[in-house]
């Protein structure tokens, strides 16, 4: 069974920057993307980026594009976001998400990571 378990969340000023980890473990070998998505209160999940395990074809959401730098490290099994020039609207409870190879949605959540910028 798939887990994975996120870290790197934390209050940051805006204009600065924080960088998010999203460890996978159990049968990894499947993979076919992994991806941060998104919830600040009062509004629905979204994905924020998004990255493809065999050939690393990225996405990003309008909002972040330019800020935001998703990448993979696969013999770790790790995804990272790197998040600079933080604004007040990024604040939400970050969550990684897994998708399988043939799974057509990302089935495997973790727990979410709090991200707070002060403005």
């Known amino acids: 069974q798939v887990q994975v378990v996120e870290s790197g969340g934390g209050l940051v000023q805006a204009g600065g920057s924080l960088r998010l980890t999203c460890a996978a473990s159990?049968?990894?070998?499947?993979?076919?993307?992994m991806a941060w998505f998104r919830q600040a209160p009062g509004k629905e999940r979204e994905l924020v980026a998004s990255?493809?395990?065999?050939?690393?074809?990225?996405y990003y959401t309008d909002s972040v594009k330019g800020r935001f730098t998703i990448s993979r490290e696969s013999v770790r099994n790790t995804i990272y976001l790197q998040m600079n020039s933080l604004q007040s609207d990024d604040t939400a409870v970050y969550y990684c998400?897994?998708?399988?190879?043939?799974?057509?949605?990302?089935?495997?959540w973790g727990q979410g990571t709090q991200v707070t910028v002060s403005s």
């Open positions: 998400a897994l998708q399988r190879v043939g799974g057509g949605s990302y089935d495997t």
């Open positions: 990255i493809r395990w065999f050939g690393g074809a990225t």
């Open positions: 159990g049968s990894t070998v499947r993979t076919y993307a």
